[in-house]
């Protein structure tokens, strides 16, 4: 005869599968939370940042444009040399505004590529966590419940038998002195 299953105690298994499910329903909303941080960053650094400096960047080149106009017709007119320092002085200040226009788009641009870069494996691993514990774990937990539910009929058969044992076991008559 086969020996009898120790089981001690089916309480923590259900205490687990407990935990488990609570685990899964906190997990899931932060991992999906992270993936749209991510997007959102990304959205926000390729569409707003890129978008901003470029246009920044034409409306100083623009403005550039428009100061080295002013200093040549100024230089023409020959009008006194202040007013030449003047322009002289605005081209070089709209030629830094361009300056650091074209310096910050590369940077927008550098970091577009290297954000990629650095949390495309990031991303890959919490999207398989995430795919993990959308089915593994989800099994994990049904295979649970199918313990859960085999323990439980393996104690009521094993109840029984002993029900049936006790019944079936004669009186045993007194014995006087």
């Not at 226009?101 to 290297?114: C, D, F, Q, Y």
């Amino acid at each position: 005869m086969a020996e009898k299953a120790q089981i001690t105690s089916i309480e923590a298994i259900e205490a687990f599968r407990a935990k488990l499910i609570v685990f899964l329903g906190q997990a899931r909303p932060v991992l999906e939370e992270v993936g749209s941080e991510l997007t959102r960053t990304q959205n926000w650094l390729q569409n707003d940042q890129r978008r901003f400096w470029e246009t920044e960047l034409r409306r100083r080149e623009r403005r550039l444009e428009e100061a080295k106009q002013e200093l040549f017709n100024a230089s023409l007119s020959q009008l006194q040399s202040g007013t030449t320092a003047l322009q002289q002085m605005a081209v070089q200040r709209a030629q830094r505004a361009v300056r650091e226009a074209e310096a910050k788009l590369g940077i927008v641009k550098k970091w577009e590529t290297e954000l990629e870069n650095r949390t495309a494996p990031l991303k890959k691993q919490t999207e398989q966590l995430h795919g993990f514990l959308a089915t593994d774990m989800v099994r994990a937990v049904a295979y649970l419940d199918q313990i859960l539910r085999t323990l439980d009929a393996y104690r009521n058969v094993s109840t029984s038998r002993s029900e049936k044992i006790t019944a079936a076991e004669p009186e045993k008559p007194e014995v006087q002195k």
